[in-house]
């Protein structure tokens, strides 16, 4: 399961362009929280604490508990939604969180790992991953930081589907069951070793 990170964020008076603008300048990156009990709720956190943690995650889509210097709620478990950058140089322009509870089904976007070499591969054919991430639905402490599966077995042709997916206790995903996620291709090196093999 993934691990929550903890953040530490002030409740933010001042809105708007200008003042997020502002902010920026100074090294700290404007946020919102929405979602649970309350209304959108705007705070800010300091830009390169923040993205050290996000340098660590293998999706932008993560747990946190939000300790919020000025809130009525001191802590706040909430998922990471949303990352704005500039496109030029990397920086932070913006984050969004949604508050969440334990008991909610929440959405999150995980990587898709493989371990292992294809028996394919070793017959000369090559292992092309067609899905590289998913959409998983999961209560919060079941969130998996990736899905990781073997592919060991994998012959020259075949594929590995979705409902091939290793996925964790409690965890489930919308995507079709026969949406291919990995396929082993045959080169011109294998079809040529199996010729000669014929």
Not at 148 to 155: E, I
Request: proline content about 4%.
């Amino acid at each position: 399961m993934a691990k929550q990170e903890t953040i530490k964020a002030e409740k933010r008076e001042a809105t708007g362009t200008t003042a997020a603008k502002r902010l920026r300048r100074t090294g700290v990156v404007p946020a919102v929280v929405y979602g649970g009990k309350q209304r959108e709720y705007p705070i800010q956190l300091d830009a390169k604490s923040f993205l050290d943690v996000v340098r660590h995650q293998s999706s932008h889509n993560f747990l946190v508990n939000l300790e919020i210097e000025g809130a009525n709620e001191k802590s706040k478990l909430a998922i990471v939604q949303d990352i704005q950058r500039n496109p030029l140089n990397g920086s932070l322009i913006h984050v969004d969180f949604r508050a969440i509870s334990e008991d909610d089904t929440i959405h999150a976007v995980v990587p898709i790992e493989f371990h292992g070499e294809p028996a394919g591969v070793k017959a000369g054919g090559l292992l092309e991953q067609l899905v590289h991430e998913i959409e998983v639905h999961c209560r919060p402490a079941d969130l998996p930081e990736r899905i990781v599966n073997d592919v060991d077995s994998l012959g020259l042709g075949e594929a590995l589907k979705v409902a091939n997916l290793n996925l964790p206790k409690g965890v489930s995903v919308k995507l079709d069951g026969e949406v291919l996620v990995a396929i082993v291709n045959q080169t011109r090196a294998s079809i040529s070793q199996g010729a000669g093999a014929a």
